[in-house]
Nanobody, 119 residues
Framework: QVQLVESGGGLVQPGNSLRLSCTGS????????MAWYRQASGAERELVAS???????TYADSVKGRFTISRDNAKTTVYLQMSSLKPEDTAVYYC?????????????WGKGTLVTVSV
């Protein structure tokens, strides 16, 4: 059974940092690109950051220079280090895995973790 479980969300003050984790199971983690999305209340879900199987990363313009995505295949975990957080970063953050090569077309989502940036 495939699972993606996010953790690390919570309430944080503006300017502070937070690290999200997403641990996968039930699939060949190293063969999947991983990504973080977020969805603020009343808004559409948007891509925040992604990392390929080779480690190439991309970021939304709104988080460049503040967020860092990384992966540890041995721990089947992808991380999102968030710094200099702003109130507009408040959202539910979702983890997504997208299969490549042999696993092309496979696509899984986690259930999300809430990040609230507020004084």
């Amino acid at each position: 059974q495939v699972q993606l479980v996010e953790s690390g969300g919570g309430l944080v003050q503006p300017g502070n940092s937070l690290r999200l984790s997403c641990t996968g199971s039930g699939f060949t983690f190293s063969s999947y690109a991983m990504a973080w999305y977020r969805q603020a209340s009343g808004a559409e879900r948007e891509l925040v950051a992604s990392i390929t199987t080779a480690g190439t990363t991309t970021y939304a313009d709104s988080v460049k220079g503040r967020f860092t995505i990384s992966r540890d295949n041995a721990k089947t975990t992808v991380y999102l280090q968030m710094s200099s957080l702003k109130p507009e970063d408040t959202a539910v953050y979702y983890c997504r895995s997208v299969g490549s090569a042999l696993y092309y077309g496979m696509d899984y989502w986690g259930k999300g973790t809430l990040v609230t940036v507020s004084v």
